[in-house]
């Protein structure tokens, strides 16, 4: 069936309202005109029956009955009034009323005792209603005729449409039709100014179109003559390559298409770091970097890549585009450069080469030196400055070492290296404490400055892991303030590296596991010896399932990423146990740190506010670490306590700032140290401390806890004393959340 143009349309749609307005208007005009002349006759009537009535009633009164029955013939001379009855205390005395039918109406007035004002009868008036319907009809009439003349207004309109919409049409088709380069032609379109700037505008349009499609077509060719080019499905098949693609990959077009993109992917590379970059592309985020790809002949070669995901309307993956460029000679060129064995700036030997000597000789003393306050020169006095003392402190050191079996070697920007082959070790200290003290003791001149160089080295002998020892002596001479320091000297410092690593690899796998448990402790009312708070503490299950203390964990997990981890770990943990015990109040410790990290501070926001329980939260903030940036502690403080939540200071009596500290931070609780606790029952300074906190709390209106409670004596004697909560293995010990919800 063919469908109708917009012109005929528009002509139906106007006809069409144009009929149901005509009804609506006529209908309800006429219902109108017949109420408002039906309202007129009935106060006719009203206004006859009102007059008549205080007669009627005054004669009554006088006893004229033969007057009322006249008043009542006169009243029916009424052109109008067909009927009259006059009824007086309950006598009629006249009833001449038509029976009911259509057109009369039939008006009813009491008639009053003038004195009395008491009603004493009744008058009843049939009034003719017929003569409002000629005037209605009448009325009717005009409006057919004005309704008729509306009808053909917007029967013209209609034609009026057809008529200039046509053209339109017409241009629609044609544009319809169009092939990209050809040209419009309206030929048979009646152009009235209108149409013609319509079909100008299409000319223009199209044009455009054809321009950008061209400039599309010329882009495409130009990334498929200089790039690398595949499209690939969400499922990682390939469904195009361009010709680049096959070049340096080796395959053909119809070995790539419908294959896994696995094809070209490198045996040597982890299928984690694929598994990361898809991960990336399916959250919809554009991937940059460089991969290694294995060609048909088993040849490794480099790509620098950009993968697009390409989204739908509805923001789903439709599919990848990846455009790449070879790198593989670049890489190739930066593997011999990171071969050459000599440092640009200095000229001296490099780390290259001091691994290459390394590996040829089966003794000797290795040093590593460091310039101390290099960086402090260089961001004062500017990066060329830097370099320019750095070359000429270079020329000192290599001008202080006269033997044949001493090589010096330019590591880091600040950082050097000595070998030596000949000097025991005892003597290679004392060589490279007398170049510092030298070096120290004199100046470099450079620019018109005179600068002051500071110095620390690290010494190893021990030819196993001779670089870790000499760089971790290096660590701890600069820790300790100690000029030259010999590995052997400190072995405890390599114990406590290798114990670092093993504790990261420990925390790394626990997390992954999910072995980072949580377990309570009750924090007891002194008053009513009732539980109704709980703090949170971390502990680590190991492989073998048992609990590991955060003593031997939490400082390697500061000086990692993964302390953050676990402080999100605890949080999760603790807040879900919370949703299922109500009306306990439960302590998550947080560090310094922890509120100074912008996305663990936005994950604790984002858990409180979905919690609904963050009036029964207290964060405990540590008062023994320092701090700082205090404002800005106090700022996340402050953050979290606008949730809802309460604030408690830890370890309260032994930190930094003490009491300044505890009226900058807006705490509700302080947690005594425990090692004012611990012995307040025999101890007169730890008792007077703690009474003179308990003082200042007081005044402050902080609610204290004692902590360290071990035995009935300190129980006692805090209970004294005044403090409002107590905690302590003396009173509970820590226990696995999941206890706590079963209890």
């Given at each position: 069936?063919?469908?109708?143009?917009?012109?005929?349309?528009?002509?139906?749609?106007?006809?069409?309202?144009?009929?149901?307005?005509?009804?609506?208007?006529?209908?309800?005009?006429?219902?109108?005109?017949?109420?408002?002349?039906?309202?007129?006759?009935?106060?006719?009537?009203?206004?006859?029956?009102?007059?008549?009535?205080?007669?009627?009633?005054?004669?009554?009164?006088?006893?004229?009955?033969?007057?009322?029955?006249?008043?009542?013939?006169?009243?029916?001379?009424?052109?109008?009034?067909?009927?009259?009855?006059?009824?007086i205390d309950d006598k009629i005395l006249i009833d001449d009323k038509l029976a009911a039918q259509d057109g009369?109406?039939?008006?009813?007035?009491?008639?009053?005792?003038?004195?009395?004002?008491?009603?004493?009868?009744?008058?009843?008036?049939?009034?003719?209603?017929?003569?409002?319907?000629?005037?209605?009809?009448?009325?009717?009439?005009?409006?057919?005729?004005?309704?008729?003349?509306?009808?053909?207004?917007?029967?013209?309109?209609?034609?009026?449409?057809?008529?200039?919409?046509?053209?339109?049409?017409?241009?629609?088709?044609?544009?319809?039709?169009?092939?990209?380069?050809?040209?419009?032609?309206?030929?048979?379109?009646?152009?009235?100014?209108?149409?013609?700037?319509?079909?100008?505008?299409?000319?223009?349009?199209?044009?455009?179109?054809?321009?950008?499609?061209?400039?599309?077509?010329?882009?495409?060719?130009?990334?498929?003559?200089?790039?690398?080019?595949?499209?690939?499905?969400?499922?990682?098949?390939?469904?195009?390559?361009?010709?680049?693609?096959?070049?340096?990959?080796?395959?053909?077009?119809?070995?790539?298409?419908?294959?896994?993109?696995?094809?070209?992917?490198?045996?040597?590379?982890?299928?984690?770091?694929?598994?990361?970059?898809?991960?990336?592309?399916?959250?919809?985020?554009?991937?940059?970097?460089?991969?290694?790809?294995?060609?048909?002949?088993?040849?490794?070669?480099?790509?620098?890549?950009?993968?697009?995901?390409?989204?739908?309307?509805?923001?789903?993956?439709?599919?990848?585009?990846?455009?790449?460029?070879?790198?593989?000679?670049?890489?190739?060129?930066?593997?011999?450069?990171?071969?050459?064995?000599?440092?640009?700036?200095?000229?001296?030997?490099?780390?290259?080469?001091?691994?290459?000597?390394?590996?040829?000789?089966?003794?000797?003393?290795?040093?590593?030196?460091?310039?101390?306050?290099?960086?402090?020169?260089?961001?004062?006095?500017?990066?060329?400055?830097?370099?320019?003392?750095?070359?000429?402190?270079?020329?000192?050191?290599?001008?202080?070492?006269?033997?044949?079996?001493?090589?010096?070697?330019?590591?880091?920007?600040?950082?050097?290296?000595?070998?030596?082959?000949?000097?025991?070790?005892?003597?290679?200290?004392?060589?490279?404490?007398?170049?510092?003290?030298?070096?120290?003791?004199?100046?470099?001149?450079?620019?018109?400055?005179?600068?002051?160089?500071?110095?620390?080295?690290?010494?190893?002998?021990?030819?196993?892991?001779?670089?870790?020892?000499?760089?971790?002596?290096?660590?701890?001479?600069?820790?300790?303030?100690?000029?030259?320091?010999?590995?052997?000297?400190?072995?405890?410092?390599?114990?406590?590296?290798?114990?670092?690593?093993?504790?990261?690899?420990?925390?790394?796998?626990?997390?992954?596991?999910?072995?980072?448990?949580?377990?309570?402790?009750?924090?007891?009312?002194?008053?009513?010896?009732?539980?109704?708070?709980?703090?949170?503490?971390?502990?680590?299950?190991?492989?073998?399932?048992?609990?590991?203390?955060?003593?031997?964990?939490?400082?390697?997990?500061?000086?990692?990423?993964?302390?953050?981890?676990?402080?999100?770990?605890?949080?999760?943990?603790?807040?879900?146990?919370?949703?299922?015990?109500?009306?306990?109040?439960?302590?998550?410790?947080?560090?310094?740190?922890?509120?100074?990290?912008?996305?663990?501070?936005?994950?604790?926001?984002?858990?409180?506010?979905?919690?609904?329980?963050?009036?029964?939260?207290?964060?405990?903030?540590v008062e023994s670490e320092e701090i700082e940036e205090l404002n800005a502690v106090s700022n996340s403080i402050?953050?979290?306590?606008?949730?809802?939540?309460?604030?408690?200071?830890?370890?309260?009596?032994?930190?930094?700032?003490?009491?300044?500290?505890?009226?900058?931070?807006?705490?509700?609780?302080?947690?005594?140290?425990?090692?004012?606790?611990?012995?307040?029952?025999?101890?007169?300074?730890?008792?007077?401390?703690?009474?003179?906190?308990?003082?200042?709390?007081?005044?402050?209106?902080?609610?204290?806890?004692?902590?360290?409670?071990?035995?009935?004596?300190?129980?006692?004697?805090?209970?004294?004393?005044?403090?409002?909560?107590?905690?302590?293995?003396?009173?509970?010990?820590?226990?696995?959340?999941?206890?706590?919800?079963?209890?």
């Amino acid at each position: 069936m063919k469908r109708l143009s917009l012109s005929v349309k528009l002509t139906l749609i106007s006809i069409l309202i144009s009929g149901l307005i005509l009804v609506l208007l006529y209908f309800g005009f006429t219902h109108i005109v017949k109420q408002h002349l039906l309202k007129v006759e009935k106060e006719k009537a009203e206004i006859i029956a009102k007059t008549i009535g205080p007669m009627i009633a005054m004669n009554a009164f006088l006893g004229l009955s033969d007057e009322n029955v006249q008043l009542a013939t006169q009243t029916k001379q009424n052109s109008d009034v067909v009927g009259v009855a006059i009824t007086i205390d309950d006598k009629i005395l006249i009833d001449d009323k038509l029976a009911a039918q259509d057109g009369f109406i039939l008006i009813e007035e009491l008639i009053y005792d003038p004195l009395t004002a008491d009603a004493v009868g009744k008058l009843e008036i049939q009034y003719l209603t017929g003569a409002y319907k000629e005037a209605a009809n009448e009325i009717n009439q005009n409006v057919l005729y004005q309704l008729g003349y509306i009808s053909i207004a917007f029967l013209l309109f209609g034609l009026l449409v057809r008529y200039f919409m046509r053209p339109l049409g017409l241009i629609a088709q044609i544009v319809s039709n169009y092939k990209p380069g050809e040209k419009l032609a309206f030929s048979g379109v009646r152009m009235e100014p209108e149409i013609s700037a319509i079909s100008n505008a299409f000319h223009l349009m199209l044009k455009t179109i054809d321009e950008h499609n061209l400039l599309l077509e010329r882009y495409k060719l130009s990334i498929d003559e200089s790039s690398i080019v595949s499209r690939i499905d969400p499922s990682g098949r390939i469904t195009y390559v361009n010709d680049e693609f096959c070049k340096v990959s080796g395959y053909e077009r119809q070995e790539l298409i419908n294959s896994s993109c696995n094809l070209v992917q490198s045996s040597e590379i982890s299928s984690e770091f694929y598994q990361n970059i898809w991960k990336h592309l399916y959250s919809k985020k554009i991937w940059k970097g460089t991969l290694q790809n294995e060609s048909k002949n088993g040849e490794p070669y480099f790509v620098k890549s950009t993968i697009v995901p390409i989204l739908d309307e509805s923001d789903n993956i439709l599919e990848f585009v990846t455009i790449q460029h070879d790198v593989t000679q670049i890489i190739k060129q930066q593997e011999q450069i990171s071969r050459q064995v000599t440092d640009p700036v200095t000229g001296l030997k490099n780390r290259v080469k001091l691994i290459e000597d390394l590996q040829s000789i089966d003794k000797c003393s290795l040093a590593f030196l460091s310039v101390d306050n290099y960086d402090v020169i260089k961001d004062y006095y500017g990066y060329e400055t830097g370099l320019d003392i750095i070359v000429s402190l270079s020329g000192r050191i290599k001008s202080l070492l006269h033997n044949d079996n001493v090589n010096l070697y330019k590591l880091a920007s600040n950082e050097y290296a000595i070998l030596s082959t000949d000097y025991d070790l005892d003597l290679f200290y004392s060589k490279c404490r007398e170049l510092i003290e030298i070096i120290e003791d004199s100046t470099i001149h450079v620019g018109g400055e005179y600068f002051d160089i500071h110095m620390s080295a690290g010494i190893s002998n021990t030819l196993e892991k001779i670089t870790l020892y000499a760089s971790l002596a290096l660590k701890q001479a600069k820790n300790t303030n100690v000029p030259v320091l010999i590995y052997e000297t400190s072995g405890n410092l390599i114990q406590h590296y290798e114990n670092n690593i093993l504790w990261t690899k420990k925390l790394k796998e626990a997390l992954q596991e999910d072995r980072i448990a949580v377990f309570a402790q009750a924090i007891v009312d002194s008053s009513t010896m009732q539980v109704n708070k709980y703090e949170c503490l971390v502990r680590l299950i190991d492989e073998d399932g048992k609990i590991v203390s955060p003593f031997f964990f939490l400082d390697v997990a500061k000086k990692t990423k993964l302390y953050h981890k676990i402080t999100k770990t605890v949080f999760s943990k603790t807040l879900a146990a919370m949703k299922q015990i109500s009306d306990v109040e439960f302590s998550i410790n947080l560090s310094p740190d922890d509120l100074m990290h912008n996305e663990t501070m936005d994950f604790i926001s984002e858990a409180i506010s979905q919690s609904n329980c963050a009036e029964r939260i207290v964060l405990e903030i540590v008062e023994s670490e320092e701090i700082e940036e205090l404002n800005a502690v106090s700022n996340s403080i402050n953050k979290l306590k606008n949730l809802g939540c309460k604030v408690a200071i830890d370890d309260f009596g032994t930190g930094y700032s003490n009491f300044s500290y505890l009226m900058q931070i807006n705490a509700d609780f302080i947690k005594v140290d425990g090692s004012l606790i611990k012995d307040i029952h025999q101890n007169k300074n730890s008792h007077v401390f703690a009474q003179t906190i308990l003082h200042f709390a007081k005044q402050l209106e902080l609610k204290t806890v004692a902590v360290f409670v071990h035995n009935e004596k300190v129980m006692d004697e805090v209970r004294s004393m005044g403090f409002d909560y107590l905690q302590g293995f003396h009173l509970d010990e820590p226990k696995p959340l999941d206890e706590i919800i079963n209890k």
